[in-house]
């Protein structure tokens, strides 16, 4: 077994990644690991890594660690994508600013931060979400959700967790919401004006959003809301009922589905704002399907799946 890091050396503002790398050199000499540790220069580079070291080192079981945030898990995910499970594992070490795929393990982020307990994990089968434009492994929107998610950077500077992600939400409702899609659900069509089509494989993003809290990342399946068009009026109720998990509570705007295929089409053929897992794309058209326990996420010892 080698164990490969790959650290995003600007991951929660860091200057200077030093620190963590003496970390990790020290758990790994506790624990006489074989390792290698890289860090990632500019977008997809962790990817890359991941690929990379996979041909380096075929044939070998490998454990891939994305130091960082959601966005070094997501492009160590899309590394991973396709490689032999078997073989290829991967987890998180959160040393980012937004790190919202393990809230979905007991202990959180305080067990990720424990590199001894980590080390010492176990790997459990995962889905994914594989599309035409990409991987992810916690969520996918589209719509205002994505562009929320494109526009809260600029919120930075009032810190972390929700209040960047809530404000731009308030930006974007004054920009207007709604959009025609066409919309196939597991051979269901549900064409409409949407606010936003959320995908959910996980249950937390945006720093504190927890739209489908029954969600699993083991089940096989997608779990599906589509947000009708709401007035001005109405997006702040709807948005506060939905960040908490409370779709039931809104039948009148939010329709929930579970599924294994989805197609989803611009009517007007412009592009759309795709979120994956924090990654903006832009496209007319998205085919998704849910790829059942085709990964291994590597859990601390002593932690569990929260079901």
């Known amino acids: ?64 660690y994305a130091c960082g945030g959601d966005g070094t898990l997501n492009e160590v995910a899309c590394g991973a994508a396709g490689l032999d499970p078997a073989l290829c594992a991967f987890t998180s070490y959160p040393i980012g600013t937004g790190n919202d795929y393990i809230k979905m393990f007991t202990g959180g982020r305080a067990a990720f931060l424990d590199l001894d307990r980590l080390l010492c994990g176990r790997p459990m089968p995962i889905d994914y979400i594989r599309s035409d434009c990409g991987v992810a492994i916690n969520e996918l929107s589209v719509g205002l959700d994505a562009q929320v998610a494109m526009r809260k950077d600029k919120y930075r500077f009032f810190g972390t967790g929700v209040l960047p992600y809530a404000l731009s939400a308030v930006e974007n409702v004054i920009r207007g919401i709604g959009q025609e899609y066409a919309v196939n659900i597991d051979g269901e069509q549900m064409d409409g004006e949407y606010t936003m089509i959320f995908v959910g494989n996980g249950r937390y993003y945006g720093g504190g959003f927890c739209p489908i809290p029954h969600s699993r990342l083991d089940d096989g399946l997608l779990d599906v809301l589509l947000v009708k068009k709401v007035s001005r009026l109405r997006a702040a109720f709807v948005v506060g009922k939905y960040k908490n998990g409370g779709y039931a509570e ?58």
Do not use: W
């Not at 164990?3 to 006489?32: L, Q, T, W």
């Not at 979120?275 to 007319?284: K, Q």
């Open 250 to 307: 809104l039948e009148e705007y939010i329709t929930y589905r579970q599924a294994r295929e989805i197609r989803i089409f611009s009517k007007k053929n412009d592009d759309m704002c795709i979120n994956l897992d924090g990654e903006i794309v832009a496209s007319s058209h998205i085919n998704l399907r849910i790829e059942p326990r085709q990964m291994r996420f590597v859990v601390p010892d002593g932690a569990s799946p929260i079901r």
């Open 1 to 64: 077994m080698r164990h490969i890091f790959i650290v995003n050396p600007v991951a929660g503002r860091r200057k200077d990644s030093a620190a963590v790398i003496r970390k990790i050199e020290n758990a790994c000499h506790r624990h006489g690991l074989e390792y290698d540790i890289y860090l990632t220069s500019h977008p997809d580079h962790a990817s890359e890594i991941v690929r990379t070291a996979a041909r380096m080192h075929e044939g070998r079981e490998l454990t891939f």
